[in-house]
């Protein structure tokens, strides 16, 4: 079953977990992803994404661009059915920060802590 993570939620996400959760951008990768594209980067990577994930080393990730809030829930229903995620971070987004190069980006890897909810999402 699915456990749901929200970036106020401090909840543990265990070492192992397959996460799936909506972030546009990878600083240092510059990993952005453009509409209809498949877009991967591989390598460790320590995440620090506006505040709110800390410490957040991941192995694989893939991303999958979308232009409205309700393609990115479908995408998100879809991706942690064909991976088999037992655990889902996502932000609450207005459908405008869907738009552009917003992307669902599906992480495998190992997430260490969650960090505070302040902090823009750009």
């Known amino acids: 079953m699915l456990k749901r993570f929200y970036s106020t939620n ?3 996400i265990n070492p192992g ?9 990878v600083p ?3 990993l952005l992803s453009e509409k209809g594209f498949l877009v991967e980067a591989k390598g460790d990577n320590i995440l620090n994404y506006g505040g709110r994930l800390k410490h957040f080393l991941f192995p694989w990730t893939s991303t999958i ?14 991706s942690a059915a064909e ?3 037992n655990a889902v971070l996502g932000m609450k987004y207005s459908q405008k920060r869907f738009t552009g190069d917003r992307a669902v ?5 190992e997430a260490y802590s969650l960090g505070d ?6």
Do not use: P
Not at 117 to 122: E, I, P
């Open 17 to 25: 977990d397959v996460i799936l959760t909506t972030l546009s951008r």
């Open 28 to 30: 240092g990768k510059k």
């Open 10 to 12: 401090k909840n543990n």
């Open 83 to 85: 991976c088999g995620c």
């Open 117 to 122: 909810d302040k902090g823009d999402a750009n």
């Open 65 to 78: 661009a979308v232009d409205t809030f309700e393609e990115a829930t479908n995408k998100l229903r879809q």
């Open 105 to 109: 980006i599906i992480v495998r890897g």
